[in-house]
């Protein structure tokens, strides 16, 4: 798989700015205004995108109280049923193309994780330019080669996957057309406890499948995705709200705007941070090494006086010889005299 995805004008992968995705979800709480808020949000805060989803209840599951449709297993929605959930949760179809133009009009990215093909279909014509494979639907084959003959990028989620199971997403994309695939760490529990995030795996994915790699985050705070980008992480997507005040299905675990700020920032810290792995001086260190230890006479010594240790010492600055050679000047003889504060070249000692 390519090393670089591309998005619109964003190239992505290492060596490039870390894309930084907003998942608005169901925080608008089906208040389009609120929708708009935050898209704007979002922009003021640094993303580079933002990702919606695209799905009815209709079409992600069937309206029934059997005990095969309720949820459970200690989650934020236990009791509810999928269909309820989603109903509340989904974003209203004929605001997308709205909120595009919105997205557009201020340079960020708007995409969408489409849910069933007709979802797909829509987002075409919506004009997106790329696709988004939630974690929950990365064993539906069917529709990951939808979005893979589109010919634009797939960004897929890897949560629940074995890894045999995320190279059968790999494997049904790029049999479908896929080129360009980046795959995204990421812990399906809501809120996501930090020790279950397994951050390591994120190198291990773009060896195991040389593909651009990044983290989809349901952690609290800030940290994780930070550390995700120190391990190779080149997208970050994270859940943002307005206020987790405001009650909804998503909010607990959502980012509000100066947090995801806070961020922003930290992540674009860590990227400058990376650097080049060398073990060499760097520039901003140059100025620094005139402060390191050398050897200076620190008391006056006349010429063909023994050096001692009480004599010669390593010392701040480095205008003297290096601290390596004390052992072998160490009852050696000055060829002149020498006063306190002189550098100690190898020139001034008798053979």
Known sequence: MAKHIQIGSRKIGPGEPVFIIAELSANHGRNYAAAEDLVYAAKECGADAVKLQTYTADTITLQSDKEFFRIGGGTLWDGRTLYDLYSEAYTPWDWQPKLKELADGLGLELFSSAFDETSVDFLEKMGVRVHKVASFEAVDFPLIEKMAAT?????????????????????????????????????????????????????????????????????????????????????????????????????????????????????????????????????????????????????????????????????????????????????????????????????????
């Open 151 to 351: 010919g634009k990028p797939i960004i897929l989620s890897t949560g629940m996957c074995s890894e045999a199971e995320i190279l059968d997403a790999v494997q049904a994309a790029r049999s479908a057309g896929a080129i360009e695939i980046a795959l995204l760490k990421c812990t399906s529990a809501y809120p996501a406890p930090p020790e279950s995030m397994n951050l390591r795996a994120i190198p291990r994915l773009s060896e195991a499948f040389d593909a651009v790699v990044g983290l989809s985050d349901h952690t609290l705070g800030i940290a994780v995705p930070v550390t995700a980008v120190a391990l190779g992480a080149v997208i970050v997507e994270k859940h943002f709200t307005l206020s987790r005040a405001t009650p909804g299905p998503d909010s607990a675990f959502s980012l509000e705007p100066t947090e995801f700020r806070a961020m922003v920032e930290a992540v674009r810290t860590a990227e400058k941070a990376m650097g080049e792995p060398t073990l060499e001086p760097t520039a901003a260190e140059k100025n620094s090494r005139v402060f390191r230890r050398s050897l200076f006479v620190v008391r006056d010594v006349r010429k063909g006086e023994i050096f001692t240790s009480d004599n010669v010492r390593s010392i701040r600055p480095s205008y003297g010889a290096h601290p390596k050679h004390l052992r072998e000047i160490l009852g050696r003889r000055a060829i002149r005299d020498l006063q306190a504060g002189t550098p100690l070249d190898l020139s001034l000692i008798s053979d």
